[in-house]
């Protein structure tokens, strides 16, 4: 489900809607998030894949050079690796 949430230091983070998974497996579906600094005006986005208790499983952060890197959790949150 897509919302906003304020954060600390002035930053608001939108989540858009979940997008459902190919197939009815561990993972539910991807969403993209959006960042805003209302003090810097600064904004970041990422990709993240979420599995089926809606714990971030995978993030794809966009990057200005165009470099895509996946990082990887475990469904306990930690990290597992990227590439």
């Known amino acids: 489900m897509g919302g906003d949430k304020a954060?600390?230091?002035g930053r608001i983070r939108y989540?858009?809607?979940v997008q459902p998974a190919n197939s009815a497996r561990e993972l539910?579906?991807?969403r993209y998030v959006h960042e805003f600094n209302t003090v810097t005006g600064c904004?970041?986005?990422w990709h993240e894949t979420l599995d089926?208790?809606?714990n971030v499983r995978q993030i794809r952060p966009e990057r200005?050079?165009?470099t895509v890197?996946?990082?990887q959790f475990d469904s306990n949150g930690r990290y597992k690796g990227s590439w």
């Open 28 to 30: 539910a579906g991807r």
């Open 52 to 54: 089926r208790m809606g």
């Open 43 to 45: 904004t970041r986005g």
């Open 15 to 17: 989540y858009g809607p």
């Open 7 to 9: 954060l600390e230091n």
């Open 69 to 71: 890197r996946h990082y």
């Open 64 to 66: 200005r050079d165009r």
